[in-house]
């Protein structure tokens, strides 16, 4: 049995994020949408995940970014920069700089997540949580002890479709009990945009954004 520490209230939450700069982000959406387009709407998702993130019970919140901030990030969050090295790295970078306590981390990828699903991961007694992506990978994970994360996700192939089953499979070998999240949709090709934006809540930023560039000429 995994020994767990004692959860001290509600979970530090992680956005892992990039700068929405035209050509650095979502280039897989290009075409048919432009370097801008693809940026606005980068910045869209990121900004909607701070908002959901914002309205979420939080012991602490924390963008580990990418680049700069910018004015879509709202008040209340820490903000570090991301290590070099590759994305299992980057998020296990994130971890380690986390206090005792529950943590999470979620990306910018799945503009529709809501409070109400991010409320419910930190808050009883599993020692990991894992919101599997529809593509393979995982739009969440999170650790009861944030200090086990590094050995666990270091060496994880990211960027494939068996990332989240390898992923998840080191955290039960690793003798944790965890809770499954359900599952989501990453934006990360055109043919995600409008499916997406589709399960977004009443005032989105990504599903208006969707619904401004839809009305553009290509």
Do not use: N
């Amino acid at each position: 049995m995994s020994a767990r520490v004692p959860a001290p209230g509600p979970a530090t939450l992680l956005v892992l994020a990039k700068e929405p700069t035209p050509g650095r982000v979502k280039t897989r959406l290009t075409p048919p949408y432009t370097p801008w387009e693809a940026a606005a709407l980068a910045e869209a998702a990121l900004a909607d995940t701070l908002h959901t993130v914002s309205r979420t019970p939080a012991r602490r919140r924390v963008l580990v970014l990418d680049g700069r901030p910018g004015p879509w990030l709202p008040p209340g969050f820490d903000v570090l920069p991301q290590v070099t090295g590759g994305l299992d790295d980057r998020i296990a970078a994130a971890f380690a700089d986390c206090d005792r306590g529950p943590a999470v981390l979620v990306g910018m990828d799945t503009p529709q997540l809501t409070a109400d699903l991010l409320a419910e991961v930190g808050g009883d007694e599993h020692d990991a949580w894992f919101g599997p992506a529809a593509d393979g990978g995982f739009w969440a994970l999170g650790f009861a002890d944030p200090s086990r994360a590094p050995a666990l996700v270091r060496g994880v192939p990211m960027s494939t479709d068996r990332t989240g089953e390898i992923q998840r499979r080191r955290l039960v070998a690793a003798e944790l009990t965890v809770c499954d999240l359900p599952v989501l949709r990453d934006v990360d090709t055109a043919a995600d945009v409008a499916p997406v934006a589709a399960c977004c809540p009443p005032g989105s930023r990504f599903a208006a954004t969707v619904t401004l560039l839809a009305g553009v000429a290509r």
